[in-house]
């Protein structure tokens, strides 16, 4: 009833003007990035024999899809629809499990593409040779250790369940203290190693950057979401937002600074030739 939901009226009046831009807005987003994030992820995907990096950013544009899809997709109809997509009992509960798992691989992808950059400068004949299932076992680690991560904390005493209220604009929780372990996790450093080699591992070396400013954007992200984004429904719809902008960004700033990646999405995906090969020597002192 009107007095036990305070959300009452708006389940029960027509879409807003505001309405229609908070869900319409995000699900245009959603159209625009997905399926550029999953073109990139493609391309490097069809070039990961050649440049290993790009097996691990494969894997991290995986888990940013996901991140997107949950934060922009799920919100956005969750909106338009006026309706939360979960019931108040096992439904919330199955959904916080589901997102909280991707939250967690996302961010925990964010130290293993720092690794890869590390080790791709620092030791990179072991790096050059790596096969490529080998590559893949280890990025599937992120994803097994975020179901652990979830596991041990959805049951918990102190856990607190987040869930789509479309009535705010986005995620509606009891208490707000939560929401700092998941903040924490991501922030790691991405320092590159000085390397010896050219050709193959100059594009290795460039990866560095959009890696190095995905951090620094996440990073920007927390603080914001951190230190509060005002109060009403447009607060908790730009929450949503920069967990989604901060996705988006990764794919954007793999564009900018790879050519070889930005040529072939300007070709539609076209596979573009990553580097001439050259014969690499390795002089060891």
Not at 72 to 87: H, Q, R, W, Y
Not at 139 to 158: K, N, Q, R
């Amino acid at each position: 009833s009107d007095s036990t939901d305070p959300f009452f009226n708006w389940y029960h009046s027509p879409l807003s003007v505001e309405d229609w831009l908070a869900g319409s807005s995000l699900l245009i987003l959603c159209l625009i990035f997905i399926p550029l994030t999953a073109l990139v992820a493609w391309i490097m995907y069809k070039a990961d024999k050649e440049i290993i990096g790009y097996r691990y950013l494969v894997s991290s544009a995986i888990a940013d899809i996901l991140c997107m899809v949950q934060y922009g997709g799920f919100n956005g109809i969750a909106i338009l629809t006026k309706n939360p997509l979960a019931d108040k009992l096992h439904g919330r509960s199955a959904m916080q499990f589901y997102i909280d798992w991707v939250w967690f691989a996302c961010c925990l992808h964010y130290p293993l593409v720092a690794w890869s950059r590390f080790a791709a400068i620092k030791t990179p004949i072991w790096f050059c040779r790596q096969e490529r299932w080998h590559s893949y076992v280890i990025c599937l680690l992120p994803y097994l250790l975020a179901l652990i991560l979830v596991c041990s904390t959805h049951w918990s005493s102190f856990y607190v369940r987040f869930y789509f209220e479309p009535a705010v604009y986005g995620m509606l929780a009891d208490d707000f203290v939560k929401w700092t372990i998941g903040l924490i996790v991501r922030d790691r450093n991405t320092n590159g190693v000085q390397g010896v080699s050219r050709g193959q591992m100059s594009v290795e070396k460039r990866l560095m950057f959009p890696c190095i400013l995905g951090n620094i954007i996440f990073v920007l992200g927390q603080v914001a979401i951190t230190l509060g984004t005002g109060t009403g429904k447009w607060a908790t719809w730009l929450i949503c937002l920069l967990f989604f902008i901060n996705s988006a960004a990764n794919c954007v700033l793999l564009i900018l600074f790879s050519p070889n990646l930005r040529a072939s999405v300007l070709k539609g995906g076209k596979t573009v030739k990553a580097f001439e090969r050259t014969t690499i020597s390795v002089v060891r002192i």
